[in-house]
């Protein structure tokens, strides 16, 4: 389910060499239309490209910080799971890819939560790093996800979600496939609570991810140009033999479908955030 | 029949035997004889499968589908059809009758078994219309209190330009949802292939079984191998690292019980098998149905503690 390869892997590559050639050059340029910025700049911007506005993604510590009023949040201490379940090798150990990641990335795993005011409403958010493993969902992810769900039930919180994810966990494979189930669970308790759910989508949010929780949001708000979609545009091109045109599965285009309800340029997400939270929880 | 690439030995002693049984006087002994030792050669082999081997059984085209279930299973059946909003998706097909004498509701994925009804039933890879019918029969069994029995037999959703414009994610992920809001009790059986999310789209259920050669991913062993090992040819090396079978699953935690199949697969008895699942669904139902009320409490308890450590 982990779609990657077929459509992302190669701008995914991209992204991932041109942000670790950073430190060195300083110097970044846009994967999309190839513009140098320098780095503080772009930091500046929320990792927006200066020239055309392509999304790049964008640190979960500098998501917290430019969503969180005044950039105060707590983060939650999340849940160890089992580490291996499978003992999965294929040319390479799971364990070490892991290891490898926590090393690059800093992280655990591909996932924070945190929790604060938004707007001046509770609110819990939780967020993928596509820089661990492509943002995949693990038994890990799945049990922040639930917990997630659970601090905002009992804090009366409004839920949010940010998912950057190829898909589900191929290395976890069942116990990753069982947190599609999971996830919707966790997010039908906000709803019976009710309290809203509001799901961010970043660029790319993809397979068994948008295909549980990501897709079942109260109100959905995307980043421009995020790619958002089921299966991959490489195997959809491979099924019915035909290329497919360059907005296929953005953020605009499922805004047309009827699958998203506001398209964001990332510099008005915490305003529109914040607004919709507001009259959602005037109530609260 | 069809033979697998496994079955080599079998198929030279069943033409054996059929040449025997052509002959103008067949020899009843010399058939009794290389019966049994087919029989027990097929006992072996099956006793014995590699994982891969179990994909390719799964994979049979002459196993018994959704539609042999529902026939052989449910009295009085009533085919419901369509999602009401776009059209109707027969590669999943559902409707209501009588379980021995109980009521229900039975929704299965159903890939057809020659040119014409494989493509009618699109292989058994559903669009968005079709778990959205799925949901719409779900409501109706909520409504009229039908425990719901779900086959599941999907290579995938369909990765297709059409089922993504109408939203192929967002009916999965509805569908699952609809799977938790199920006040009644529920029942899935993995009776051929689970394919990752076009599957566990009906596979939340209080009850969780899969036929014994049946298998259940998150990606396809030719997916994985060929992101994984960068090829294809690791197949074999992809089917026993996802741990897909039956068995791995079981002791994973990830489903609850194994329905036997008749030796040498399901494909050499479909009536016998159609029986033993029939007998494994009645079972459960009937352990359900004594506290019907708490079968959605249960099933949130069971997927909460599922992958903890």
Request: with cysteine; net charge positive; aromatic share 6%.
């Amino acid at each position: 389910m982990n779609w990657l390869n077929s459509v992302l892997r190669p701008k995914i590559k991209t992204m991932f060499s041109k942000i670790k050639d950073v430190p060195e050059n300083m110097w970044l340029p846009c994967p999309k239309c190839g513009t140098l910025m320098y780095r503080k700049d772009l930091h500046n911007h929320l990792n927006v490209c200066t020239k055309c506005d392509y999304h790049l993604f964008l640190q979960v510590e500098d998501r917290f910080d430019s969503l969180f009023d005044n950039a105060k949040y707590t983060k939650v201490e999340l849940n160890s799971v089992k580490e291996d379940p499978l003992n999965f090798k294929d040319l390479k150990k799971y364990k070490d890819r892991l290891s490898q990641y926590r090393n690059i990335t800093k992280t655990q795993d591909a996932i924070e939560v945190a929790y604060g005011k938004v707007g001046g409403q509770e609110t819990v958010i939780f967020a993928f790093n596509f820089e661990f493993m492509g943002g995949s969902m693990g038994t890990f992810v799945g049990e922040a996800i639930v917990k997630a769900a659970e601090i905002a039930v009992k804090r009366n919180a409004a839920l949010v979600a940010i998912p950057a994810s190829g898909g589900a966990r191929m290395q976890e494979s069942m116990l990753s496939l069982m947190q599609m189930a999971r996830t919707t669970m966790a997010i039908n308790k906000v709803r019976d609570a009710g309290l809203p759910y509001i799901v961010i989508f970043a660029n790319p949010t993809m397979g068994g991810v948008s295909a549980s929780f990501a897709m079942l949001g109260d109100i959905h708000i995307a980043e421009k140009g995020a790619l958002i979609g089921f299966a991959g545009k490489r195997v959809i091109e491979q099924t019915i033999k035909q290329k497919l045109p360059p907005e296929f599965q953005t953020a605009e285009y499922l805004k047309e479908q009827g699958m998203v309800d506001i398209v964001v340029h990332r510099k008005d997400l915490k305003e529109t955030l914040a607004n919709v939270l507001t009259i959602l929880m005037h109530n609260k | 029949m069809i033979y697998l690439d496994f079955e080599k030995d079998i198929k030279e002693l069943d033409a054996k035997i059929k040449e025997i049984q052509d002959e103008k006087k067949p020899d009843s002994k010399k058939i009794k004889k290389l019966s049994d030792k087919r029989d027990e050669e097929l006992s072996k082999l099956y006793s014995n499968l590699s994982s891969w081997n179990r994909v390719q059984v799964a994979r049979h085209p002459e196993r018994p589908h959704a539609i042999d279930y529902i026939n052989g299973m449910i009295d009085g059946f009533i085919e419901l059809s369509g999602d009401r909003m776009f059209a109707d998706d027969n590669a999943i097909i559902g409707g209501i009758g009588y379980l021995n004498s109980t009521p229900v509701m039975i929704i299965g994925q159903e890939k057809g078994h020659d040119t014409e009804t494989r493509l009618k039933h699109n292989f058994g890879m559903s669009k968005p219309e079709g778990y959205r019918k799925a949901i719409r029969l779900m409501d109706l069994a909520n409504k009229f209190k039908l425990p719901v029995i779900f086959l599941v037999d999907t290579a995938g959703a369909f990765p297709g330009a059409d089922a993504e414009a109408r939203g192929q994610a967002q009916a999965i992920a509805s569908s699952i949802q609809k799977c938790f809001d199920l006040d009644v009790p529920s029942i899935c059986v993995i009776i051929g292939e689970g394919g990752s999310g076009g599957a566990i789209a009906i596979a939340v259920a209080n009850t969780v079984m899969m036929l014994e050669n049946s298998v259940y991913s998150v990606i396809s062993p030719e997916g994985c191998a060929s992101i994984l090992w960068r090829s294809q040819d690791h197949k074999e090396d992809a089917t026993k690292a996802l741990k897909m079978t039956s068995h791995d699953l079981l002791e994973l935690g990830i489903i609850d019980n194994i329905i036997e199949e008749p030796v040498g697969g399901a494909q050499r008895d479909k009536e016998q098998t159609i029986a033993n699942v029939k007998d494994a669904i009645s079972t459960e139902l009937k352990k359900l149905l004594k506290s019907p009320k708490q079968a959605k409490e249960k099933r949130i308890e069971k997927f909460t503690k599922m992958t903890r450590l």
